[in-house]
DNA sequence: TATTTAATGCAAGTCACTTGCATTATGTTT
DNA sequence: AAACATAATGCAAGTGACTTGCATTAAATA
């Protein structure tokens, strides 16, 4: 029941995204519409190339590259996104919506399949730990810190 | 004196690279040792773009892009240099001949001017409040783990 | 010194992402 | 409802970091 919980239905995440435009002053327009469509059903983070290829077959809408460049920021505005900066060549975003969202979390990347899967805790040496009773091996982390400077806060 | 013995001598790097290099397959020529010389010398991480850059006032050996992006690996291979996985689009590395480097840590990254200070201790939250005592604001930090996921450990 | 083999450097290519600009869609005003 | 103003789209072309192919050159080995 709890888990049945955990992840709102679709639907009620298209209406907060409404709303999130609604209030603000960008349009909802087709393209953004089937964008949002094609984001809220994606499994885990994505990047605009894994969009771009998830939505190959025939799709009705057409997804332009720019577009989803360009409109990905913005849904990062609405709060609807949030990146996730695992480092790499591609920029990773996830829904955050969805309550299972709200909470500081991490992630864990696989090393071969690139797999990316969320971690519902924080606390780095007894997440190791917990990973690896998990089945993960070889494991290593990396946190980094982003903020301003004292040069440049000054 | 204890920071004396911080930084080794450049010198003693040196002869730890060049042995790394006598101890392997790999030649020690001349665009490797102008760009070991480059590296040796690099305040704090460096990567491709940054080391052409700082090469560029008429030295005496041309730098060329490929040869760089060649050689880091193999540096990184002879435990010379190690990679530290900022996100963003360059991928920065740091010497690890000096044994300042020699224990696990991590980095603060300036938002705005990128400055990337090492940090030589490891402790989540109790570090960002030790960062805001040093003068950092907005401080938002970021954890990876990196490993091989159950399904691909077999 | 000759030979083999690794390393270099140029040109060209890839890939994620950005920018410019003319066209189209949307929301607003009349 | 028609006309207007403006935001959003999509094509083409441009960046910038990095990679690859290949002929040339330099370094270790015979």
């Not at 609405?78 to 709200?102: Q, R």
């Not at 070889?138 to 946190?143: D, E």
Request: with cysteine; hydrophobic share 35%.
């Amino acid at each position: 029941m709890e888990k049945e919980h955990r992840k709102e239905s679709k639907k009620k995440l298209w209406d907060k995204a409404r709303l999130s435009f609604e209030a603000s002053s960008f349009r909802l327009t087709e393209p953004r519409k089937a964008l949002l469509e094609l984001i809220l059903s994606a499994e885990g983070p994505f990047s605009v190339p894994k969009l771009l290829k998830s939505a190959k077959p025939g799709d009705k809408i057409q997804f332009d590259p720019v577009t989803v460049y360009r409109n990905l920021p913005v849904f990062e505005e609405l709060k609807i996104i949030e990146k996730c900066d695992f480092s790499g060549d591609t920029t990773f975003y996830e829904v955050i919506l969805d309550h299972k969202h709200d909470h500081h979390h991490h992630h864990v990347v696989c090393k071969e399949c690139r797999r990316v899967d969320p971690l519902d805790f924080c606390i780095v040496q007894a997440q190791v730990t917990v990973l690896e009773k998990l089945g993960y091996t070889g494991l290593s982390h990396k946190l980094e810190f982003l903020g301003v400077c004292p040069q440049c806060s000054g």
